[in-house]
């Protein structure tokens, strides 16, 4: 019964190691606090950077629409471009080669008007790519670095509570897992931030290959238009044409008929 009552006693008097994510930062102090800060700001920044390109992306794919169904049935591209967002990608490229056909007139050296036009709409897109690709190092940044933030953030951890440890004079399992587990806290966090990042960043320059691609098709239809006084474009498909064509493409074909001929002798 004694020895009952001092166990008991002894089990309250020992000390209770509290270990959590506050601990961690707690024990890690000003330094921990100042990763995870920036950690935080990492992550912040890359939703933010993630969502107001897909905004950007969306917009860009919707006015495309517009230029498939209505710009090309216009009469001219000054018509066409009236027809078009004021500031969309697309109203940019037609402006941009309007105004370069109308300087090209104005040149009195023998430099070619496809040459000169092919140069202003690679200008053109070069400088719509350029802002779509705006944000995206930093995604790639973050993926790149943000493991290694964290990954300090464990090492300072550690060290510290290896001190801790050493100054005690005690080594037992419950003195080390504790604050060593803690410390890994900032690597996880460190990779929760990076992973995403990366993945919105190879995402977000898929679809922007695929808008490149939109939009240098687009130019090269712009320039054999101008080229050809307006003769050249695009076969304009609509909902209606599409699904008339698509039917008729799904038909049977028709069976041949055969007549029979009666020879009288």
């Known amino acids: 019964m004694i020895i009952e009552l001092l166990t008991v006693a002894a089990g309250e008097a020992a000390p209770q190691n509290q270990f959590g994510f506050m601990e961690a930062m707690e024990q890690g102090g000003a330094i921990a606090w100042a990763i ?19 905004l950007e992306q969306r917009k860009i794919n919707s006015q495309y629409q517009q230029v498939r169904g209505q710009f090309w049935k216009a009469n001219s591209l000054k018509d066409g471009s009236t027809k078009l967002d004021k500031n969309s990608a697309w109203r940019q490229l037609v402006d941009d080669a309007l105004a370069a056909d109308e300087k090209h007139g104005k040149m009195t050296d023998t430099m070619e008007a496809h040459d000169w036009l092919h140069g202003s709409l690679q200008r053109s897109e070069d400088s719509i790519n350029a802002k779509l690709a705006g944000g995206l190092p930093f995604l790639a940044s973050v993926g790149a670095t943000a493991p290694f933030i964290g990954l300090l953030g464990t090492v300072i951890g550690i060290y510290r509570a290896l001190i801790n440890i050493g100054l005690a004079g005690s080594a037992s399992i419950d003195k080390v897992a504790g604050p060593v587990g803690e410390a890994l806290i900032m690597t996880a966090i460190g990779l929760l931030v990076a992973v995403p990042a990366v993945l919105a960043y190879n995402w977000l320059q898929s679809r922007n290959r695929r808008i490149a691609e939109k939009l240098s098709s687009f130019s090269t239809d712009l320039l054999a238009n101008i080229n050809s006084n307006g003769a050249i474009r695009p076969t304009v498909m609509t909902a209606t044409s599409a699904k008339t064509a698509s039917t008729a493409a799904k038909a049977p074909a028709a069976k041949p008929t055969t007549t029979t001929t009666t020879v009288k002798k």
Not at 37 to 51: A, D, E, N, P, R
């Open 36 to 54: 995870f800060t920036v950690l935080v700001i990492m992550s912040v920044g890359s939703f933010y950077i993630l969502f107001t390109k897909l």
